[in-house]
């Protein structure tokens, strides 16, 4: 369970970035944050996993609360949240392999990381996980050489090697075309029921949000607007949401 509890962030004295965010997700659960942009959304994924210090609130994973941990235990906290970003982050010059196998850094020696050492259970596990996205046979390929969208599916299976808890993911389908986007969305809703983790996932794309998400988050000018089943979302929300009526495409 992720339990999110009046949230709180400012950059500057008179600009609020979040304010009072509270929001609980089950595990297994797909959940969308839209809103327009400048709203907020990446804040709130940059306080999950503590990339940035909120003002106030709490962040509570499994009832631990990553706002309050220390050095040592953050560090452990993040290996249960894994990230999917935009433009891959991956080592581009590196085989598809070694870059999922990155995912097993947080598990590792700083020596064992400069150095590659992985266990055979770890390649075993890699090689499933590509299987799992459809890139068996690209393992030792280089990333370089891949298409955007199978570049996200390594993402995908380098944060599933992880073991976590929760998938954040920052417009996860912003470069990609609508097939590869179709794809990509797919395989996260699967995986997040197949191995009964949280994804959430920051998303412009209205109609993306409502086909595949469990819930929706609505952020408006760093307010929380909307926290229901995607189901409910309705073209009031949406007005109120985005201070305007949301055109036919977007839906």
Do not use: W
Not at 111 to 125: I, M, Q, S
Not at 239 to 247: G, I, K, N, R, S
Request: aromatic residues 6%; glycine residues 6%.
């Amino acid at each position: 369970m992720l339990e999110v509890k009046n949230l709180e962030k400012s950059y500057q004295k008179d600009k609020t970035a979040l304010k009072d965010i509270s929001f609980s997700i089950e595990p297994g659960k797909f959940v969308a944050i839209i809103g327009p942009s400048g709203a907020g959304k990446t804040t709130i994924l940059r306080s999950l996993n503590q990339l940035i210090k909120d003002d106030s609130g709490q962040i509570l994973l499994d009832n631990q609360d990553l706002r309050t941990a220390n050095k040592a235990e953050l560090r452990k906290h993040r290996r249960q949240i894994g990230m999917i970003f935009q433009n891959y982050n991956l080592v581009e010059r590196l085989t598809v392999i070694e870059n999922v196998l990155h995912g097993r850094l947080g598990y590792k020696s700083t020596l064992a990381g400069v150095f590659g050492r992985y266990t055979e259970d770890e390649k075993k596990e890699a090689m499933v996980l590509l299987d799992k996205v459809g890139l068996k046979e690209f393992a030792l390929q280089r990333c370089s050489e891949l298409s955007g969208g199978q570049k996200q599916r390594v993402g995908i299976a380098r944060s599933l090697i992880q073991h976590p808890k929760v998938i954040l993911c920052d417009e996860p389908i912003a470069s990609l075309d609508p097939i590869s986007a179709q794809t990509v969305m797919q395989l996260l809703k699967e995986l997040t029921e197949e191995f009964n983790i949280i994804c959430i996932a920051n998303l412009h794309q209205i109609n993306i949000a409502k086909k595949y998400a469990d819930q929706i988050i609505g952020i408006r000018k760093g307010e929380l607007v909307f926290d229901e089943p995607a189901a409910d979302l309705s073209e009031a929300t949406l007005a109120e949401l985005y201070d305007q009526p949301v055109t036919k495409e977007l839906k």
